[in-house]
């Protein structure tokens, strides 16, 4: 990592807790930033193969087969190690029903990523935030990194 990456980075984990800061103990940011961080990540790496994923997704939907053989072919298309089913991605999750949408898309995800998000407690976090009316804002900050 360069240091100019390395100032970015910084800045940008700054600036989310500037957010949360007041409404957020401080020890609670890494619990908010971290699974974002990570979302924001897993979102990343599968975004070349979103496309092929959804569309076997939507192939698979109605198909008789068992679940884990549904995931096996989930799987294949993705090319990695784990999934995401949803349409949407954290620059999709629109100002209306944010809530909504965020914990859809994160239940979208392979159950070996999903158990991640329930191990931080993210959906907690989540309501936390909907509650403070900072999640679309840190939504809209992870979105656009």
């Known amino acids: 990592m360069t240091n100019t990456n390395f100032s970015q980075t910084a800045a940008f984990i700054w600036s989310v807790a500037d957010l949360l800061r007041g409404d957020f103990k401080q020890s609670q940011y890494g619990r908010v930033i971290l699974p974002f961080t990570l979302l924001r990540r897993l979102e990343c790496v599968l975004a070349e193969t979103k496309d092929a994923v959804v569309a076997k997704y939507d192939e698979l939907k109605m198909s008789p087969l068992p679940e884990d053989a549904k995931e ?12 995401n089913t949803s349409k949407m991605d954290l620059g999709k999750m629109g100002q209306n029903d944010i809530k909504a949408n965020l914990e859809s898309y994160v239940q979208a995800f392979s159950p070996d990523a999903r158990e991640i998000f329930e191990h931080f407690k993210f959906s907690e976090f989540v309501g936390l935030l909907e509650d403070a009316n900072l999640l679309f804002k840190v939504v809209k900050k992870f979105a656009t990194t």
Do not use: D, E, M, V
């Not at 096996?72 to 999934?83: P, T, V």
């Open 72 to 83: 096996k072919f989930l799987l294949r298309a993705s090319g990695l190690s784990f999934f």
